[in-house]
């Protein structure tokens, strides 16, 4: 089974409606990020959080909001989506126990088109 | 705060042939970088990484790089590549352990049979 897991894996979805993407992971990691991939932009981190009560704000927030439910559990809202939030999705997790030499885990990503 | 430049968009290159994949980080007093492969149709993973020591480093698949602090360089080698290699690369780097990753915007690596 994947240590990171992404829900949907793809999602076709209209301007105006809310989405919710969601992560889960097993890794016991305390440390977990959403970035986009958008094709010639590389990724981009949206939101972070490096504990459950923490929640960081990325390079491009805007649009977009988190939720920390668990340590295992981090989601991302589109409130109202527009089409160009269209863009690959990905979550990833980290152990702050090691400290620099954290590797970020990424999850499969999710698809996400706005029409 | 830190920024990468990944210099190619694209290399194609012929496959046994090697190939050099160039990234360039801006400067700081200390780093820690990263490189990252993504096939296609899946999420990234680490291929290898410096945090500090020897300033050539080993990774997987045969892949290797070299911390160059004078140039804020970090480029990506192999001696010879396979079609399996095709794939895109993202060279990333952190200043601290508590902040994230900052990614290039990727190379894309094809081989050419």
């Known amino acids: 089974d994947a240590d990171v897991t992404q829900t949907p894996r793809n999602r076709i979805t209209k301007t105006g409606k809310r989405i919710m993407l969601e992560c889960s992971q097993t890794k016991g990691h305390d440390r977990m990020y959403w970035y986009r991939q958008d094709p010639g932009l590389g990724l981009r981190l949206i939101y972070y959080s490096f504990d459950v009560k923490d929640i960081n704000k990325g390079e491009i927030s805007d649009g977009y909001s988190v939720s920390r439910q668990a340590q295992a559990k981090f989601s991302l809202s589109l409130e109202s989506a527009i089409p160009n939030q269209t863009a690959l999705y990905f979550c990833a997790t980290s152990d702050s126990g090691q400290g620099f030499r954290d590797e970020q885990f990424f999850g499969p990503g999710t698809r996400l088109t706005v029409l | 705060a830190q920024s990468v430049t990944q210099l190619d968009s694209q290399v194609p290159v012929f496959e046994e042939a090697p190939v050099e994949l160039r990234c360039n980080y801006s400067?700081?007093?200390?780093?820690?970088l990263f490189w990252y492969v993504q096939y296609p149709n899946q999420g990234l993973q680490l291929l290898l990484k410096y945090l500090s020591g020897s300033t050539l480093v080993k990774g997987i698949n045969g892949f290797e790089a070299e911390f160059n602090k004078s140039q804020t360089s970090f480029h990506l080698r192999k001696p010879s590549v396979h079609i399996s290699d095709t794939a895109e690369y993202f060279c990333?780097?952190?200043?601290?352990?508590?902040?994230?990753?900052?990614f290039g915007k990727g190379t894309r690596l094809s081989v050419i049979a």
């Open positions: 990333a780097v952190r200043d601290s352990g508590n902040t994230p990753l900052v």
């Open positions: 400067s700081s007093v200390s780093v820690y």
